[in-house]
């Protein structure tokens, strides 16, 4: 099944801010989230995690769905639940990739797909 891996970095002292949203996602806005989910190229499985780096703290989400290239699309499009979702992410990351020349960022450079 096709994977969506994002990093981005959280702006200075917005951890908080990022376990709040994925309260709220996980939590009072559960079902807008499954619903969002569901839209977003049959999303199956989605984890994010924040990473302390040198660099400073970063929020990695890997996303597994059966057609990730159109769940980002509708991520980046859908309105309602999905201009929140993204407002958060501008506000957590100081990434609005809304705000960009309309192309998606360059993916990830995979180096290893290992199954057992």
């Known amino acids: ?6 990093v981005m970095p959280v702006a200075p002292r917005r951890e908080d801010a990022a376990r709040a949203f994925a309260g709220e996602i996980t939590g009072a806005r559960g079902d807008e989230f499954n619903a969002f989910q569901a839209e977003a190229g049959n999303a199956t499985r989605e984890t994010w995690h924040l990473v302390q780096t ?15 290239e159109a769940g980002f699309e509708h991520m980046m ?6 201009e929140w979702f993204r407002g958060q992410i501008a506000e957590i990351t100081g990434v609005d990739k809304t705000a960009a020349d309309g192309e998606p960022p360059p993916e990830p450079e995979q ?3 290992w199954t057992a």
Do not use: N, R
């Open 77 to 82: 499009s859908s309105t309602g639940f999905g």
């Open 1 to 6: 099944m096709p994977v969506m891996l994002v």
């Open 111 to 113: 180096l290893i797909d």
């Open 54 to 68: 040198p660099g400073g703290t970063q929020i990695v989400v890997w996303a597994e769905a059966d057609d990730a």
